[in-house]
């Protein structure tokens, strides 16, 4: 059952991007598959939406689905293996001349819908794209090392046999050691693929940053000053600035040197080339700049204490909401290379907390809404383990005023731990209750007592004035005269419909049969909705009411309509036949075109379908069937197009 769903989420998401043929590129962080779009039309945002599993979606120069922890890489590696690339490989349908004059195409207005700034948003995608792969190392290496730290500190204490344990803990320390103590490397191979230089030799040049090769007793003197060089004294700032010029010296290099010496002379100059400028030019530089931007947010957090805290905290979620938040990971990263922990991490974790706060908050007011709780219930544990995308794009910012609110607590919370103390973290990766075994110099009851702030703050806040109206109204009326559309990307009332009844036709000439008896689960477990399944005798595809054309899908196999009743209506042309692209499907209406019952709307080829190997079975479904009291399906067997097919009762 868990590979049906895992199968059945990626099959959705593809289905309402616009299919395989619409990505370029995907690759998973801990909470979300980030999909590089070909063409931005052709995706189905409230679709994505609406798929079960979906909790939320970001639009950004990637598009972002938001499905938790534990699932997200489940369902990135089944979206990968259904067209047989690896994770960040270019998708086969994005080779070629034809998928570069698209982009070109679309680039015009996917500047205008996003509206920001495309070279200081090039600069944090970036940086996002190096380090993203890099947090599940950081996250395993960091509680390690953290465990490494207690267990450490009880042999000091006596508590703990130091015999029996210090071997045990050189090992974690050993293990810990494995990113951290090369970090360089690392990030110079990802720079490297991000930049478009060969990633090994960007690996190089993180490494010659550690001057492994340098006399100890003979050091290279720093030009500027004279002063000797140490390892690592430019920080990974230098190093992706290095990396970035390796890039363009290759690029420059192989417009003229043959390809049949290009392996061996590309590689050479550029590590010289390089290699000579970051050793005495880059590594100086940007050792001074990473040293006194450390310097200046610890000193920020000094002077400032408790309100510098509530600042940072307050702000922090609107910086992850618009992804500024990625320019912070080589802060955090230099922070703990020069101080041995980042002061500024605790702080900002609190963000997360207020999130806690303000969905508990939610809870209990909106509790008689079953939907909305079980959608907290969902969200919430991984947000108290420091993962607060769900919570975030899920159940606050929909809200609007509770994701306002969440932010106040998260500035309680900061300001908390800037007034007491600094507490710093000895690695990044997580927060929330998973970062508690990284706090560094015994502080970790500062960081505590933060997050208790955060969560109090951000309950308080929310439960006196998070709670927007609208919510409070569909929660008080839950199961009587208003339903949550959850088709919608934000929350909105439908009320009790006017009619005693509606009549639903036959889109098709065929066979009735028992939805239950369709193969696929989201159908035949009325997932969707009440209703029936086809098996049509061609493939006309009528009206069966009189309304409006809500979605006509991308590949054209499925369309939505709404009935001047209110009555919501899918029709899915035959089982999976997303894959066909729409080659066996011709469409004659576009979305919020009104119709007429009888009025055709789609035409499919049925002899493609089956040839395809694909099922013709057409679901015919009332997708807000919760809306109403009965749903009578009135006949089964032999049916025309036009005859009365489903009741349904207000």
Not at 10 to 30: D, F, P, S, W
Not at 263 to 275: D, E, Y
Request: hydrophobic letters at 45%; one cysteine or more; glycine letters at 12%.
């Amino acid at each position: 059952m868990a590979e049906e769903k895992i199968a059945r989420i990626a099959r959705e998401i593809y289905e309402n991007v616009g299919g395989t043929q619409n990505v370029k590129k995907l690759i998973h962080c801990m909470t979300r598959v980030r999909m590089t779009i070909i063409d931005d039309s052709k995706v189905n945002l409230a679709g994505l939406k609406a798929i079960d599993g979906v909790m939320g979606v970001v639009e950004d120069e990637t598009l972002q689905v938001v499905i938790g922890p534990g699932t997200v890489n489940k369902v990135a590696q089944a979206m990968v293996e259904t067209v047989g690339v690896r994770l960040g490989e270019t998708f086969p349908s994005a080779e070629g001349q034809s998928i570069d004059d698209l982009m070109a195409k679309t680039k015009s207005e996917a500047k205008e819908k996003y509206n920001k700034p495309s070279k200081f948003k090039a600069v944090l995608n970036t940086i996002s794209k190096i380090f993203v792969p890099l947090i599940p190392a950081f996250v395993g290496a960091g509680l390690i090392g953290g465990l490494a730290s207690v267990l450490g500190n009880l042999v000091t204490a006596g508590t703990l046999d130091a015999a029996t344990w210090t071997q045990f803990i050189t090992v974690l320390k050993i293990i810990q050691s494995g990113i951290f103590s090369y970090l360089a490397i690392y990030v110079g191979i990802n720079s490297a693929q991000e930049f478009g230089a060969t990633p090994s030799l960007g690996g190089v040049i993180g490494a010659v940053s550690l001057l492994t090769g340098m006399n100890p007793e003979a050091p290279l003197k720093n030009i500027f000053n004279g002063s000797a060089l140490s390892a690592g004294q430019g920080g990974i700032i230098g190093v992706i600035f290095a990396v970035w010029l390796l890039s363009i010296l290759e690029k420059q290099l192989r417009k003229f040197i043959p390809d049949s010496i290009d392996i061996i002379v590309t590689p050479t100059i550029g590590l010289l080339v390089i290699g000579f400028a970051e050793i005495f030019a880059i590594m100086p530089v940007a050792g001074v700049i990473s040293s006194s931007l450390v310097g200046a947010i610890n000193f920020i957090l000094q002077v400032g204490g408790g309100f510098s805290g509530f600042v940072l905290g307050v702000l922090f979620l609107p910086m992850v909401m618009f992804g500024l938040h990625q320019i912070l990971t080589p802060i955090h990263l230099e922070m703990i290379a020069k101080t041995g922990s980042t002061q500024l991490l605790p702080i900002l974790a609190m963000a997360g907390a207020g999130q806690v706060g303000a969905a508990i908050a939610l809870w209990l007011r909106l509790r008689k809404d079953k939907e909305f709780v079980e959608l907290v219930k969902g969200a919430l544990p991984v947000g108290i383990l420091g993962i607060g995308e769900p919570l975030i794009y899920g159940i606050t910012l929909p809200l609007g005023r509770p994701f306002i609110t969440a932010c106040i607590g998260g500035g309680i919370g900061g300001a908390i731990i800037g007034s007491l103390g600094q507490a710093g973290a000895i690695a990044i990766g997580p927060s929330g209750l998973a970062l508690l075994p990284l706090i560094a110099n015994g502080k970790w009851w500062v960081y505590l007592l933060g997050l208790l702030g955060a969560y109090i703050g951000g309950f308080i806040a929310t439960y006196l004035f998070g709670i927007p109206k609208d919510a409070k109204e569909k929660a008080d009326n839950y199961g009587k005269s208003v339903q949550m559309e959850t088709i919608q990307p934000t929350l909105r009332v439908v009320t009790t419909p006017e009619f005693s009844s509606s009549t639903i036709a036959s889109p098709l000439e065929g066979n009735v049969k028992e939805l239950s008896t369709i193969e696929d689960e989201v159908f035949s477990s009325g997932m969707l909705g009440k209703g029936v399944a086809i098996e049509p005798d061609n493939g006309d595809v009528v009206s069966p009411v009189a309304g409006v054309v809500t979605t006509v899908f991308p590949t054209k196999h499925a369309i939505g309509l709404t009935s001047d009743d209110g009555v919501e209506i899918l029709i899915h042309i035959g089982m999976d036949t997303v894959g066909l692209n729409g080659e066996a499907f011709e469409s004659f209406v576009k979305q919020n075109d009104r119709v007429k019952k009888g009025d055709l709307l789609v035409r499919a080829d049925l002899s493609k379908i089956k040839a395809a190997g694909l099922s013709i079975i057409t679901p015919v479904v009332i997708t807000n069937s919760d809306t109403y009291r009965e749903i009578i399906i009135s006949h089964c067997g032999k049916i025309s197009k036009g005859q009365e097919i489903i009741t349904v009762k207000a």
